[in-house]
């Protein structure tokens, strides 16, 4: 896992440094930039599907209360501001949610 982790973040770096030599070139091509474009879009999800299937990999060893914690963690990282249109968890729609959350 962490592996193929390590060789997507490559790729997705290499992608990017050939996407700002495309931008930077003297007469950028829009097509050779749209391609790069789609190419490093389809690294980047493979990436983000990879990592989210092993936090659901770790997730699924927790106990209840872990995973409880594991959720408002994952909460906190991907949506630090409170998240758009997302509804509250039961301990912040009841005020009790911890001071550190």
Known sequence: ???K???LRKQITSEREKLVDLLTATGSD????STQLTGSARSS???RECV???LLEE????????QAEFNETIRRRVCPLGGH????SPARASGTA???G
């Not at 997730?59 to 872990?66: A, F, H, I, V």
């Not at 249109?85 to 509250?88: E, L, Q």
């Open 1 to 3: 896992m962490l592996q």
């Open 5 to 7: 982790v390590e060789e």
């Open 30 to 33: 829009r097509d050779s930039i």
């Open 45 to 47: 999800d493979r990436f």
């Open 52 to 54: 989210v299937a092993h």
């Open 59 to 66: 997730k699924g060893l927790l106990t209840p209360d872990q």
């Open 85 to 88: 249109g997302r509804r509250a």
């Open 98 to 100: 911890n001071a550190n």
